[in-house]
C-alpha cells in the first residue's frame, strides 16, 4: 500500500520557537495533502488542505500565519508551527491523496508528530 | 451540533463477546463513509468503507442508514487486539475532506 511518512515523530520546544514538520509520500505523487491535528480524546479536526504548486486552503478559525503550509513538490509538504505556545501542544497527522477525480479519494495517513511545547 | 457523534465508551467487554457501536451525522448530503481504527499514539488507519447494502470483513459487519443518518459496526468474536478507538469518518458532500468523530474506545479484556 502507499506509504506517507512524517518527521519528526516527536519535538519538544520552547514556546515562542518555530517547529517545521514534513510529510512525505514515499511511492506515489500526492497531488493533494491534509493537515489534522488531535487534541487528546478528541477527533482529528482539519486545518488545511494544500495541492501542490498553490495556496493551502486553511479551515475556518486555523491562523494561516501561525501554521505556514508549504506543498512545493508532490511529494513533500510541511507545517510549519511559528511562535508555538503551550495550547499548540497537539498530535500532528498528515495524510495525502493521489487525487485525480473521485476514484482517488483515499486518503494515507502518516504516522503523526507528537509536539509539546513547554 | 456535530457533524459526526459517536459515544464515546469505553465499552469493556470480554474475549469473544459481539460488540456494536453506533454513529450518526448530520449532513444528509455525506456521501462515503468509513470505520477507522486508532490505537494509542498513533494515526487512524483505514478499517473498512461503509456501504448502503451493508458489507462484511471477517468478523466486521458495517451498515448504513441512510434514511435515519447512521452507521454501525459489529465486530464479532472479540479479540484483545481489538481493542482500540473506533473513529466513524465520512466524506463531505463535494470534497476529499474527511469528517471524524471523536471515537468510542473499546476494550476487550482476557
Known amino acids: 500500500g502507499a506509504v506517507v511518512s512524517q518527521h519528526p515523530s516527536r519535538v519538544i520546544c520552547k514556546s515562542g520557537t518555530s517547529v517545521k514538520i514534513e510529510c512525505r509520500s514515499l511511492?506515489?505523487?500526492?497531488?493533494?495533502m491534509f493537515w489534522y491535528r488531535q487534541f487528546p480524546k478528541q477527533s482529528l479536526m482539519l486545518m488545511a488542505t494544500?495541492?501542490?504548486?498553490?495556496?493551502?486552503?486553511?479551515e475556518q478559525g486555523v491562523e494561516k500565519d501561525k501554521f505556514l503550509i508549504n506543498h512545493a513538490s508532490l511529494t513533500l509538504s510541511t507545517l510549519t508551527v511559528t511562535s508555538a505556545h503551550p495550547e499548540d501542544s497537539s498530535f500532528y497527522i498528515c495524510?495525502?491523496?493521489?487525487?485525480?477525480?473521485?476514484?482517488?479519494?483515499?486518503?494515507?495517513f502518516g504516522p503523526g508528530t507528537r509536539l509539546t511545547v513547554l | 451540533r456535530k457533524e459526526v457523534e459517536q459515544d464515546p465508551g469505553p465499552f469493556n467487554v470480554p474475549e469473544g463477546a459481539t460488540v456494536a457501536f453506533n454513529c450518526t451525522y448530520s449532513?444528509?448530503?455525506?456521501?462515503?463513509f468509513f470505520w477507522y481504527r486508532q490505537d494509542c499514539r498513533k494515526e487512524p488507519k483505514l478499517l473498512m468503507s461503509?456501504?448502503?447494502s451493508g458489507n462484511e470483513d471477517g468478523r466486521f459487519t458495517a451498515q448504513l442508514n441512510r434514511a435515519s443518518q447512521y452507521i454501525s459496526l459489529l465486530i464479532r468474536d472479540s479479540k484483545l487486539s481489538d481493542s482500540a478507538t473506533y473513529l466513524c469518518?465520512?466524506?463531505?458532500?463535494?470534497?476529499?475532506?474527511?469528517?471524524f468523530g471523536s471515537g468510542t474506545r473499546l476494550l476487550v479484556r482476557p
Open positions: 495524510s495525502a491523496t493521489p487525487g485525480g477525480g473521485p476514484s482517488s479519494t483515499t486518503q494515507y
Open positions: 511511492d506515489f505523487q500526492a497531488t493533494t
Open positions: 469518518v465520512l466524506h463531505g458532500d463535494s470534497s476529499y475532506k474527511l469528517i
Open positions: 494544500s495541492n501542490e504548486g498553490s495556496k493551502a486552503t486553511y
Open positions: 449532513n444528509s448530503a455525506s456521501q462515503s
Open positions: 461503509v456501504y448502503s
